[in-house]
């Protein structure tokens, strides 16, 4: 069985991750969240992006 997993990330304090992880939760409901707060606008930045991408 294989595993599916959602990138949910946001920028800014403003933004509401709750609402990513809720669409994807919706269609993929077994699915393992990633979550990556105020990261900013470059990838490079991004460790959990970069530990679920390897």
């Known amino acids: 069985m294989s ?5 949910c990330r946001i920028s800014t304090r403003e ?7 809720r669409n994807i939760k919706a269609l993929y409901s077994e699915a393992i969240l990633v979550n990556e707060v ?17």
Do not use: A, H, N
């Not at 595993?3 to 990138?7: A, C, E, S």
């Not at 933004?15 to 992880?21: A, H, P, T, Y």
């Not at 990838?43 to 679920?52: D, F, M, N, S």
């Open 3 to 7: 595993r599916i997993y959602g990138y």
């Open 15 to 21: 933004q509401s991750i709750e609402r990513q992880q």
């Open 38 to 54: 105020f990261t900013g606008t470059k990838i490079e930045g991004r460790t959990e992006w970069q530990k679920l991408y390897k």
